[in-house]
């Protein structure tokens, strides 16, 4: 059950859409299912020869007794609404059920607490089997304003309440650090435009991807800007430093023909100006990454940054950890830019839905996580993708997402733990698709025997409380043909196995080979390395220092693709 509360000034504007047909002719037979006092408040529904008017006057009366102390000015946004919506599969709630909710709701949020004669008035309408809608007028008969504080998150805890009680699907609570739900008119005007997406949660993705990939906040609007989305920004009167921003979707406008503006914050809340500088700190352009002798070493420093962050989850800094788990949302963004065949789709998904676990409660110290932000947008200024080492980076990522639900369920932080759970399911799915083929042409090009004796010797001696399991993984064989290309790239197999084995502890590991596999995988080429220093020292070095912006973001409106490919 989702409570939505929010707030407006428009008492009749609001009934008229509560009791009229809806914008796609959708509500079925409106009616008050409860209210302040359902002998005096008038139902358009039931009674045609009411008006709309005569129920505002109604819900407005003391409002417009406020309206008249305070010299003609009422109080600003004295129109209190909040929808309540069972969730998907759930049985539809009776009339009379409806009315318990209602009213337990609007002692809950202080709106009417039980037994006060001089609550709020307020109505619950209902024009749809799976919801309510919940209005009030906010000043009390007293002349007070109720108090309405953290009125939403009181909502949720009453509505978990209600699901035990009722039966209903249990949902998870929230914190409030999750982005804004689409109103119903954002949902009915993007399935009138044929869109899947709404323009809020359009923008949305878009802000992230491309916050993900620039390195300043000139570059944030740039891009912005060249995926044809309008920026207006606001510009702080003494210093001139921009302190707001709004963003409007291409082609989404009013009735008016103007743009629909969404501010930053009211995307998600670590879409916000202030939020996002904490992540964006202003550098040089000669700090930007180059593109690299070597293409595989953002890969790389992806990966050790990945598998750094899972250590820290576990090191009891929990802002270090939120810091790496903000810092990892905006990497699955990179990952899925840079990456390409099938994973991607996965990728994508998994990163919009890591979005709701990347934030919580807990402040983030997003300077702890400068590693892996940095390593991440490296990628965003490549082009060349090594299979192996990107399998390595996936199968890393999938671990730190189920780590990273985990660490939220142990905070009981609900609805991020579920969100990054999906996100894992993603990953894995993306996993799966591309490991299998490259693990079983490993296994086909397995070293000789009596190389494959020697690495088991190396596993004896190097992890001797996780050899035998090693050694019976189905993946050992794909595994020594790892180890032997590692020893001709310059690592000892030997000491290789123990510094990648200690990384983490392998009791867990369903298959210890797989993950010792991608972990060597993922460790760099010493003798290129050792070339490249030559190079460099010579003066030969062609390494390019021409910065470039990344790739576009990943979710596009259909209509514009072909425009932006």
């Not at 302040?36 to 129920?55: F, H, I, K, N, V």
């Not at 905006?330 to 709701?356: K, V, W």
């Not at 082009?383 to 080492?389: A, T």
């Not at 990384?503 to 060597?520: C, G, K």
């Amino acid at each position: 059950m989702v409570p939505d509360v929010s707030t407006g000034s428009d008492t009749r504007g609001l009934i008229v859409y509560l009791f009229g047909p809806g914008r796609r002719d959708e509500h079925t037979d409106p009616h008050i299912v409860a209210a302040w006092d359902m002998a005096g408040a008038p139902d358009p529904g039931r009674d045609p020869a009411a008006t709309y008017s005569q129920l505002a006057k109604r819900l407005d009366h003391h409002v417009d007794l406020r309206t008249r102390e305070l010299g003609g000015k009422k109080p600003p946004q004295h129109v209190w609404h909040c929808p309540v919506r069972t969730a998907p599969g759930d049985r539809y709630l009776t009339d009379a059920e409806w009315a318990e909710v209602a009213r337990r709701i609007v002692h809950a949020t202080g709106i009417a607490p039980e037994g006060d004669d001089k609550a709020c008035r307020w109505i619950a309408v209902r024009h749809a089997d799976d919801h309510i809608h919940i209005m009030a007028t906010t000043v009390r008969a007293d002349g007070r304003r109720p108090r309405t504080h953290h009125d939403g998150q009181r909502a949720q805890a009453e509505c978990r309440k209600i699901e035990a009680e009722f039966g209903l699907r249990r949902l998870k609570s929230g914190d409030l650090t999750a982005p804004r739900t689409p109103t119903g008119a954002e949902r009915a005007k993007a399935e009138r435009q044929g869109q899947t997406v709404t323009a809020r949660q359009w923008l949305r993705e878009q802000a992230y991807a491309v916050a993900a990939a620039v390195r300043t906040e000139a570059d944030y609007f740039t891009v912005l800007q060249s995926l044809g989305i309008k920026v207006k920004t606001r510009l702080g009167p003494e210093t001139g430093n921009v302190i707001g921003y709004s963003l409007a979707a291409p082609g989404d406008t009013n009735a008016a023909g103007e743009p629909v503006w969404y501010g930053g914050s009211k995307l998600a809340p670590d879409l916000s100006i202030n939020r996002l500088l904490e992540r964006l700190p202003d550098q040089e352009v000669a700090d930007r990454p180059r593109y690299l002798a070597d293409p595989a070493e953002p890969w790389r420093h992806t990966t050790t940054a990945v598998q750094t962050a899972r250590i820290v989850l576990d090191s009891g800094d929990d802002a270090a950890a939120q810091g790496y788990l903000a810092a990892f949302g905006d990497a699955l963004y990179n990952i899925a830019s840079a990456t390409t065949g099938p994973p991607r789709a996965e990728l994508r998904a998994a990163a919009m839905a890591f979005n709701r676990a990347r934030r919580s409660v807990t402040r983030a110290d997003h300077q702890a996580a400068t590693a892996l932000r940095k390593a991440a947008k490296e990628l965003a200024y490549t082009s060349s993708e090594p299979s192996g080492l990107a399998i390595a980076l996936l199968f890393a990522t999938m671990h730190l997402a189920r780590a990273a639900a985990k660490w939220h369920e142990q905070r009981g932080h609900e609805q991020q733990a579920a969100a990054a759970e999906e996100a894992f399911r993603h990953l894995q799915a993306g996993y799966q698709q591309v490991a299998a083929p490259v693990l079983a042409d490993l296994a086909r090009r397995a070293p000789r025997v009596t190389t494959a004796r020697r690495f088991e010797q190396d596993v004896r001696a190097a992890l001797p409380d996780h050899a035998d399991r090693i050694l019976a993984d189905p993946t050992w064989t794909a595994l020594t043909t790892t180890l032997a290309h590692a020893e001709t790239v310059g690592h000892n197999p030997r000491r290789l196995l123990t510094e990648v084995g200690t990384q983490r502890e392998l009791d867990s590991a369903e298959h210890p080979a797989e993950v010792l596999n991608w972990r060597i995988t993922a460790q760099p080429n010493k003798r290129a390395q050792a070339a490249r220093r030559r190079n460099t020292v010579s003066g030969t070095s062609s390494v390019s220092t021409t910065p470039h912006l990344p790739a576009t973001p990943l979710v596009m409106r259909p209509e514009e693709r072909s425009r932006h490919r």
